[in-house]
């Protein structure tokens, strides 16, 4: 039997762990401030700055959450695949 969908579990969810790796680094270790020049415009880029980090702190969670996500998916197909070979294996 050639199924119409072949899904590589472990290869999910090595890419998914991949992902959690990457969105936990960049949690870990954040992009350093960037100082604005010596004006009285540095403190609105010391504020955009922020704004830059909060923003990528929450693709970072983005990126964790996907990785978590593929990885369930992955076992929620494994165990889909495992109750319809049971089932077939009833049928006599």
Do not use: F, K, Q
């Amino acid at each position: 039997m050639t199924p119409d969908l072949e899904v590589d579990a472990e290869g999910v969810r090595a890419w998914a762990s991949a992902l959690v790796a990457a969105g936990s680094g960049l949690h870990l270790n954040p992009l350093p401030p960037v100082p604005g020049p010596h004006w009285s415009a540095a403190d609105a880029g010391t504020v955009a700055a922020a704004a830059a980090r909060r923003t990528l702190a929450e693709i970072a969670e983005d990126i964790v959450a996907t990785g978590r996500a593929a990885a369930l998916t992955a076992d929620d197909y494994e165990a889909a695949d495992d109750r319809a070979a049971t089932g077939l294996r009833r049928i006599r």
